[in-house]
């Protein structure tokens, strides 16, 4: 064996710590996310609640996979500039129940995405810009119970959109850009309790999109925020009175509620603070709340 020279000693110290230098810069969180909003961020794993907490930090994708522990049960990530989701990515935390990615920057969603977390119950979407959601983007997510995708320039709900989703009790799709609603759309719908659609781009709803769904069923059509939101043809609401005699429809006017409610079939004499004429029930600030009971007695959401 030949003895070490200074050289040969020198080269291997130099070697260990250029490796370690290399290991600390790769455990270290990326040098360019950083708090982007003193006083609210929060960068944590509590093993308590298995809940992974990392926003307002400025992050463009996923943390790495040894931040955050593979029995996590919720990962929070609202409030970052995260762009997209690599397939399969998430499948390192198949325990989690809750994910939010609400306030960030995605604008698209497909099945691989979601590859591998089953279990999820709650998702958060919410505050992107999803303009794409792909065929049977959530099929594998049969113990979703709430999906929000509010406030994201969606424009169409195609029929192959929530396929799979049978135990969802919650949709959120207000403040959207909604202009069509595809049949069949709703059809996976087992469980649904609440779709919540207000403050989008429709004139006209097919009342077959909601005659298979369980009872009771709240949903919301609320129309205030401007002319080009939610502006009801007449004629194409009127089951909306008359679905089953136990519905309920209430309209509102700038917060106050109106009777309105009449037995013309065309409700072309609809009042709704003012007459609302014969093309369009609402004018300015009118709005849409109904809930469908299975019995009188039993109780409904309130909202």
Request: overall charge negative; hydrophobic content about 35%; aromatic content about 10%.
């Amino acid at each position: 064996m030949y003895p070490v020279t200074l050289f040969e000693q020198y080269f291997n110290i130099s070697c260990f710590s250029a490796a370690a230098a290399l290991l600390l810069v790769v455990l270290l969180p990326d040098a360019d996310a950083e708090c982007t909003l003193a006083g609210q961020c929060r960068n944590e794993y509590d093993s308590t609640t298995r809940r992974f907490y990392r926003y307002h930090w400025d992050l463009t994708e996923l943390p790495p996979v040894y931040d955050i522990p593979a029995e996590a049960d919720g990962i929070f990530l609202h409030h970052n500039n995260i762009r997209s989701i690599p397939g399969g990515a998430l499948r390192h935390w198949p325990m989690l129940t809750r994910l939010d990615l609400g306030n960030n920057q995605i604008a698209s969603v497909d099945k691989e995405m979601f590859v591998g977390i089953e279990k999820l119950e709650n998702l958060n979407l919410g505050f992107n810009r999803i303009s794409s959601v792909g065929s049977e983007a959530f099929a594998a997510m049969t113990s979703l119970i709430k999906l929000n995708l509010e406030h994201n320039p969606i424009t169409r709900i195609h029929s192959q959109m929530f396929v799979g989703l049978t135990s969802l009790q919650r949709l959120n799709i207000n403040n959207d850009e909604i202009s069509v609603v595809e049949q069949g759309a709703f059809d996976s719908f087992h469980s649904i309790r609440r779709i919540l659609m207000h403050n989008n781009r429709l004139t006209t709803l097919n009342p077959n999109l909601f005659i298979n769904l369980p009872r009771p069923l709240e949903l919301s059509l609320t129309y205030f925020m401007g002319e080009d939101t939610n502006q009801w043809d007449c004629s194409s609401l009127c089951w909306l009175k008359h679905e089953d005699e136990h519905s309920t429809v209430t309209w509102w006017w700038d917060g106050e509620t109106y009777p309105t409610c009449t037995d013309e079939e065309d409700w072309t004499s609809l009042d709704c603070g003012e007459k609302g004429g014969s093309e369009k029930i609402f004018s300015n600030h009118c709005a849409c709340h109904t809930i469908w009971q299975k019995d009188e007695n039993q109780k409904v959401f309130a909202w």
